[in-house]
């Protein structure tokens, strides 16, 4: 199949050494059953100056992070099956081993992913907007939930991962929008249930406008609601550490989107904000304020009865920028 209908896989350039302007980064988070959680991106970022490769992490509850440059020449992937490796890390759909000049080391192995069912009209989350061409900023999710077996050791500290809740989803283009709201959990009281939900100030043909894009998996069923499925959203209330958001669906619920008579209800708090590394036009010199020890709780209505209550913990969190043009 086409790459479009395949998020993980590498959407960049042929030749990186002479490309500029571009980002691609790949988002691995697992938590482990004692609320650990870590967050491992790996990409690369191309621009005028310095064309490298990266691993950069975040770990809860402290918030630390770590960033690991590379030459550009030790980025390679793999598209059937995909795989990433920078140096002698590797990543992919099975398994990811990191300990070449990094932080973070060690093994986990990743079972029973849940990738985002895709078709014509919807080649992945961002919908018919998958197709537009030059866009700032191009989203994907992986796994919508999966296991996490194995053990990474950073800052000097064990984490084991035995049966544990993992997610995967990535970004490529540009750069990152000037100002969005990205949330995300699959750590909730049910491990069958998993959330995500990203709003942003979209440029486009010399003008913006708000977008946004997410799911809610319930067990067997999963939820999008968009701008391209004409679902209605609302923020109720933002400021730098919480935003609450009501979203009603519209029209006839068709390709799994939320429809008439449905509303989701989401409430997210986050105490500890870490710096992470973000691109702007290829450069990697933008710092984005994230937690992955979050509350995320989550309702969910079909003609006003409520049919999901439940909180989220150990979620990813970032508020970004002017807030107020969302």
Not at 53 to 65: E, M, R, V, Y
Not at 79 to 94: A, L
Not at 267 to 289: E, F, H, Q, Y
Request: charged share 20%.
């Amino acid at each position: 199949m086409l790459k479009i209908f395949n998020p993980e896989q590498f959407q960049g350039p042929k030749t990186l050494q002479s490309s500029k302007g571009y980002f691609e980064g790949w988002y691995y988070k697992a938590v482990s059953s004692d609320g650990n959680a870590i967050a491992i991106i790996v990409g690369i970022a191309l621009n005028s100056e310095k064309q490298h490769a990266f691993i950069q992490t975040i770990n809860s509850p402290d918030g630390t992070t770590t960033y690991s440059s590379f030459d550009i020449s030790e980025f390679s992937t793999t598209q059937n099956p995909f795989s990433v490796s920078i140096g002698k890390n590797f990543f992919s759909k099975d398994k990811i081993i990191v300990g070449d000049r990094t932080e973070i080391s060690g093994k986990v192995e990743i079972l029973d992913m849940l990738p985002l069912p895709v078709n014509i009209f919807r080649p992945g989350i961002m919908g018919w907007f998958s197709y537009l061409p030059k866009m700032e900023c191009y989203h994907g999710v992986v796994s919508l939930r999966h296991t996490v077996n194995g053990c990474f050791s950073l800052t000097n500290k064990k984490i084991n991962f035995v049966n544990s809740n993992g997610y995967i989803e990535k970004d490529w283009g540009t750069s990152f929008p000037e100002s969005y709201v990205w949330m995300q959990s699959n750590n909730f009281s049910t491990p069958e249930n998993s959330f995500m939900l990203s709003i942003a100030k979209i440029p486009w043909l010399n003008k913006y406008f708000r977008g946004f894009l997410g799911f809610l998996n319930i067990k067997d069923r999963i939820l999008i609601f968009s701008t391209y499925t004409s679902s209605v959203l609302q923020i109720l209330e933002i400021d730098e550490n919480r935003v609450k958001i009501v979203i009603t669906g519209k029209g006839l619920g068709l390709n799994k989107s939320l429809k008439r008579g449905e509303i989701i209800s989401i409430d997210a708090s986050r105490k500890v904000v870490s710096n992470l590394v973000g691109p702007v036009t290829g450069d990697m010199d933008r710092r984005i304020g994230e937690s992955i020890d979050a509350k995320i709780s989550v309702k969910y209505f079909k003609n006003k009865q409520c049919m999901f209550d439940d909180t989220g913990t150990n979620s990813g969190l970032e508020i970004v920028g002017d807030t107020s043009i969302l």
